[in-house]
């Protein structure tokens, strides 16, 4: 087995903590880099006075993490910049909010620079190396830029937009070449995948094959699709957990009978909390006989704070949230609790596995991770009903939610109104084959199917 290389933005180590506070893509890579006695090599989330190139190594539970420290300007140009103010809303469709500087461009690939020139001493001969994100398109290329001819692989977490949209980003070609230098490119449904081949076809005059190779003019890669998953049994045993439990227990109470409806979503404005919390107004407007009987507990932890448009969203979902309550609150009833906070692991399962709903509904979504974990948590003999937007990249393999259309309130309303009378032979039936989907295609599964593709694919010359 080659040694597995692990590159991404930021990196997180093990916390010892298991079904505890770690993400289960943390879980899933650090498995690899132990089997692999591999390396995590990424922004060490600190800043420097000047870049030095200086690598923080440490181990921790048996994960080897190689760290560096950027400059404030290179986190202002390129992660709050380039990465979160350009590419993050191009690729979710928001070409309205996107914002093309110069300057951004400029600090993204001074940072990919950098990130390959501290990479690339640590890299041997056999090294499979597997790049994560819209954070370091460029990087495979810089790397071979200074020889590296080991097999590369790139995993896209975020959605990949049509064709038409991504002409509107400057330098856009230069941007989907870089992906040439990889073997094999990642995406997480087969819809961005048709949207990335579409641009290579009507762009690049490329040619696509039945098996996944693209080739434009001399070089060829593999695109797969190659959804993620979460690490099931983990969630299922974090749910199963006493501070699981108890937090369930709690919920319940203080529930006191009404069903509870729960949002659990990072403060982004791809999430469409608007949309859903005018949904579940036109819920409450046309089910009068319902006030009282029913709540909407959206959890919404803020995030990149630095960006304006991440201020706008917050205050205005503070309005929104507020006008709701004003206009249908009474004394011992409050139809929406908007907590900005997030909860460990085993808390958010317990939290999950009291709520009747699971409402997910974004606008775009790369994959959405919580509607996984929303089924994993639930109780195989009285499960909740997952509402899933079906612009979420999950909506492709998980058909067995009610999918709608985030878009449109009667949509939301429609399908509350429809989970909560659905019956609960149906609800069994359509959580287990939501269960059986998870529990397959889980981030073990993911990791496996991508780094397989990445060693079968031959190796460069340097
Ligand atoms: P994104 O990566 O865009 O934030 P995902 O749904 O794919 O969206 O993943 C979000 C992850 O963050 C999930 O694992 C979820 O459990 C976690 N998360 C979201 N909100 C909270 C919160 N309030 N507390 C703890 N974890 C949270």
Redesign the pocket.
Known sequence: MSRLIIVSNRVQPPTGEGGG?Q???AVALSAALLESSGIWFGWSGETTEQFSGHINMQRNYGVTTATIDLEEQDVEEYYNGYANRTLWPLFHYRVDIAEFESGFAEGYERVNTRFAETLEPLIEPDDLVWVHDYHLFPLGQRLRERGIGNRIGFFL??PWPPYQLLLSLPNHRQLVETLFDYDVVGFQTADSLENFLEYVRQEMGGTTDGDGRVTVGDRSIVAIACP?G?DTANFVEASQSAGARYTCYRMRQSANGRDMIVG???L?Y??GLEERFLGYERYLATHEQQHGEVFLLQ???P?RGDVQSYQEIRASLDALSGRINGAFADIEWVPIRY?N?????D??AGIYRAARIGL?T?LR?????????YVAAQDPEDPGVLILSRFAG?AEQMTDALLINPHSPEEICDAITRALAMPLEERIARWRKLMDNIEAEDVMWWRRRFTEALEKAPQMAA
Do not use: C, F, Q, T
Not at 365 to 373: I, S
């Open positions: 506070n993400g289960g893509l977490h975020i993620i979460i659990v979503d990072r982004d791809s999430k959890i919404a932890p995030s907590v906070r997030g909860y460990p692991r808390r958010l997910v974004p979504d790369g994959m959405n991770l919580v509607a996984k974990e999950a």
